[in-house]
């Protein structure tokens, strides 16, 4: 009778922990649980048991997960795993079987990553896009060197609703390719052509609609990388301000045809939030000024190894620019009495990287500390005429979190005391 009463009461006991088993949950529950694991888990979980894969075969679970793929041999589970899945954001890491058999497994593809693709050509692209994939909003072509102007005209015609386009490393895409570009993608919203050496003032005349007669042109661009593009010229610069009026992003890094006057145009992009002047080596003291000038509302600007920018950028950058966020100076020619004339104004500014700054001495660190207050990074790599005692005020700062010395990083937990 003892042992039957004990048996007894322990029941409840156990079933109250049955109940709180994992087993127990609803799959819509599994389904949020398993969304917060990365995608290697995920997979994992699938295997448990049949109650958790289907939990795991949620969509809601992959919800804007992206599939990377070796192409290599035919699976023929693989894409309907993927869609049932709802994946529908793929990056190829190798191929070696055709393009098309992913177009045709994933026919509502919403993201096509390619990059490094080095054996994709302009005939296996083709065969791929041979009819319309209104579902396609991102493709990254970027280094597939074998692609030139004859693939982009396929994308200009099958791929009107594409909205972001990196080419990047694609040296053979020449100004007709930016034609093609202007005359089928007028949903564009970002255009990545680092490096493209053939591109000139032409092609960016076809993008900013400047040959209405042939193109339209992109004119729903937000973003527009355009770095190491050596042939672009202050030209470029016009065709952009008065053709590209929604645009909040521009690189022209290592553009080393572009000079002061270019910045002229520039200055009246009132969208204009982020621009990127990295080793523009015309840009000078005159360029900076004819931008402070302007009605630019800038939160990011980056002018490093621009070695004709001195203290005399850091005045008008205190008069017109000052609600950057972000200021990179890199390796430019400042001084102490140049953050002097700067600092007071910067109420906004929190980042600033100052690395190879070299007169930059423990007084302007500061001044740097008296007054950018919200900085939450700084960067003051080969600054070698700082010490520990300009080290120590910076690290006062009540939003520091980052603090670069060379190849390793002071944060919160190492600041100097």
């Given at each position: 009778?003892?042992a039957?009463?004990?048996?007894?009461?322990?029941?409840p006991?156990?079933?109250?922990?049955m109940e709180?088993?994992?087993?127990?949950?609803f799959?819509?529950?599994?389904a949020i649980i398993f969304s917060y694991?990365?995608?290697?888990?995920?997979?994992?979980v699938?295997?448990?048991?049949?109650?958790?894969?289907?939990?795991?075969?949620h969509k809601s679970?992959?919800?804007?997960?992206?599939?990377?793929?070796h192409l290599?041999r035919a699976n023929?589970?693989?894409?309907p795993?993927?869609?049932?899945?709802?994946?529908?954001?793929?990056?190829?890491?190798?191929?070696?079987?055709s393009?098309?058999y992913?177009?045709?497994?994933?026919?509502?593809?919403?993201?096509?990553?390619l990059?490094?693709c080095?054996?994709?050509?302009?005939?296996?692209?083709g065969h791929a896009f041979?009819q319309?994939?209104?579902?396609l909003?991102?493709?990254?072509?970027?280094l597939?060197?074998?692609?030139?102007?004859?693939?982009?005209g396929r994308?200009?015609?099958?791929?009107?609703?594409?909205?972001v386009?990196?080419?990047?490393?694609?040296s053979?895409?020449?100004?007709?390719g930016?034609?093609?570009?202007?005359?089928g993608?007028?949903?564009?919203?970002s255009?990545?052509?680092?490096?493209c050496?053939?591109?000139?003032?032409v092609g960016i005349?076809?993008?900013?609609?400047?040959?209405r007669?042939?193109a339209?042109?992109c004119?729903?661009?937000?973003?527009?990388t355009?770095?190491?593009?050596?042939?672009?010229?202050?030209l470029s610069l016009?065709h952009v301000?008065?053709?590209l009026?929604?645009?909040?992003v521009?690189?022209?890094?290592?553009c080393?045809?572009i000079s002061?006057a270019?910045?002229?145009?520039?200055?009246h992009m009132?969208h204009l939030?982020?621009?990127?002047?990295r080793?523009c080596?015309n840009?000078s003291?005159?360029?900076?000024m004819h931008?402070a000038?302007g009605s630019l509302?800038?939160?990011?600007?980056?002018v490093?190894?621009c070695?004709?920018?001195?203290?005399q950028?850091l005045?008008?950058?205190?008069?017109?620019?000052?609600?950057?966020?972000?200021?990179?100076?890199?390796?430019c020619?400042i001084?102490?009495d140049g953050?002097?004339?700067?600092?007071?104004q910067?109420?906004e500014?929190k980042?600033?990287?100052?690395?190879?700054?070299?007169?930059?001495?423990?007084?302007g660190?500061?001044?740097?500390?008296?007054?950018l207050?919200?900085l939450?990074?700084?960067?003051l790599y080969?600054c070698?005429?700082?010490?520990?005692r300009?080290?120590?005020?910076?690290?006062?700062?009540?939003?520091l979190k980052?603090?670069?010395l060379g190849?390793?990083?002071?944060t919160e937990?190492?600041?100097?005391?």
């Amino acid at each position: 009778m003892k042992a039957t009463s004990a048996a007894k009461s322990s029941l409840p006991a156990a079933m109250f922990e049955m109940e709180r088993h994992i087993s127990c949950l609803f799959p819509e529950i599994l389904a949020i649980i398993f969304s917060y694991l990365d995608v290697k888990d995920k997979g994992r979980v699938a295997q448990v048991c049949a109650a958790w894969r289907d939990a795991s075969y949620h969509k809601s679970v992959w919800r804007g997960v992206e599939a990377k793929l070796h192409l290599r041999r035919a699976n023929p589970s693989l894409f309907p795993s993927l869609q049932t899945r709802g994946i529908k954001k793929v990056q190829i890491l190798s191929l070696r079987r055709s393009l098309s058999y992913v177009i045709q497994g994933m026919p509502h593809i919403e993201s096509l990553n390619l990059c490094g693709c080095f054996n994709l050509t302009d005939n296996g692209l083709g065969h791929a896009f041979v009819q319309d994939i209104p579902s396609l909003r991102v493709l990254n072509l970027s280094l597939c060197k074998q692609i030139t102007d004859s693939s982009l005209g396929r994308i200009a015609q099958y791929l009107k609703n594409l909205e972001v386009l990196e080419l990047g490393g694609c040296s053979n895409i020449t100004n007709t390719g930016l034609l093609l570009i202007a005359w089928g993608l007028h949903r564009l919203k970002s255009l990545n052509l680092r490096s493209c050496r053939h591109v000139s003032d032409v092609g960016i005349g076809h993008l900013s609609g400047m040959t209405r007669s042939a193109a339209e042109g992109c004119l729903s661009l937000e973003k527009l990388t355009l770095q190491d593009c050596q042939k672009l010229t202050d030209l470029s610069l016009k065709h952009v301000s008065k053709g590209l009026n929604k645009l909040t992003v521009l690189n022209l890094s290592f553009c080393g045809g572009i000079s002061d006057a270019g910045m002229i145009h520039l200055s009246h992009m009132t969208h204009l939030c982020s621009l990127n002047l990295r080793s523009c080596d015309n840009i000078s003291d005159t360029g900076i000024m004819h931008l402070a000038m302007g009605s630019l509302r800038l939160s990011g600007l980056d002018v490093s190894f621009c070695d004709k920018i001195g203290d005399q950028s850091l005045a008008y950058i205190a008069q017109g620019l000052y609600q950057l966020k972000s200021l990179s100076l890199c390796s430019c020619h400042i001084s102490d009495d140049g953050i002097n004339r700067m600092v007071r104004q910067m109420h906004e500014l929190k980042t600033l990287n100052i690395g190879q700054c070299v007169r930059i001495t423990d007084k302007g660190l500061e001044l740097i500390a008296d007054h950018l207050t919200q900085l939450t990074g700084i960067d003051l790599y080969g600054c070698t005429r700082i010490t520990k005692r300009g080290l120590e005020r910076i690290t006062q700062l009540p939003c520091l979190k980052v603090l670069n010395l060379g190849l390793w990083q002071m944060t919160e937990s190492e600041r100097v005391r």
